[in-house]
């Protein structure tokens, strides 16, 4: 299905941190000058206004992924189209550099085909004597533990039953976007990024029962700390960290909000798994 627009309406922001990002920021805001409507513009890493901001077709982000997972996070229940221009290292979600931008804009602004629609989490935390916190999470919701390093103890409910406990150095639950970021470094499986799945890994398990699991995208899932003296953290994407103590409760679910990525238009789906991440390669 493709969507036609004259002047499509862009929100651009940038990394400050990127030493490569003002220079473009200000090359790609006068060249999309009379192709595009620019109804907002950030050189900042903070990006608090997009969640304000009026009505906008595509966010053109500057930067690597973590660029993309502000931005993305910026923007909370107002998922739109992200399109990123990569300024980081690997930059897996971030699908253009500068050049192929240019060469793909029309394309990538007319064809809704080009837009990948991907699960992500509702993350609620509830602390006995506090105001329940909520925050969402693109790639992943991450227990982890904190000083002083000891093995944390979680229980376990998979909607509303009991599910495990487990013991080891916290647990990863993963988004199929997420699945090759923090998941796959501890041995969690790659999923297709537009599957609906909620993915389970445990971080260095005291046991070898517990092994990595795919739970249907509708799972509510709800781990609390039950071990003494055993401070942790919840890390939503990497980039928000809130304190666990005993007691403590997260609950995780699918988040009706759809994270939007824009894809290269001429490049397969698993074409960016096998060339940025080498995956499948023969090394015989």
Known sequence: MSKKTDKPRLFLVANRLKPEAEPLFHELRN??????????????AELDELAHVGEVDFVIVLGGDGSILHAGRALGNRQVPLVGVNLGKLGYLADF????????????????DSISERMMFRVR???AGQA?????????????????????SLALELNGAPLC??????????????STAHNMSCGGPLVEPDVDAMILTPRCPHSFTHRPIVLA???TLTITLIGDQQPAAAVMDGQSIRRLQKGDSVEISRHEARFQLVRHPDRQPWETLITKLKWGLDIR
Not at 139 to 152: A, K, M, S
């Open 125 to 127: 935390l509830r602390a």
């Open 217 to 219: 995208g509708s799972s």
């Open 97 to 112: 550099d500068p050049d192929e931008f240019r060469a793909t804009f029309d394309a990538i602004t007319c064809d809704c």
């Open 31 to 44: 060249w999309l000058t009379g192709r595009a409507e620019i109804v907002g513009a950030a050189l900042d």
């Open 132 to 152: 329940e916190y909520e925050d969402i999470a693109l790639n992943d919701c991450v227990l982890r533990v904190g000083e002083p390093y000891r093995t944390l």
């Open 165 to 178: 406990k487990l013991h080891g150095d916290g647990v990863i639950v993963a988004t199929p976007t997420g």
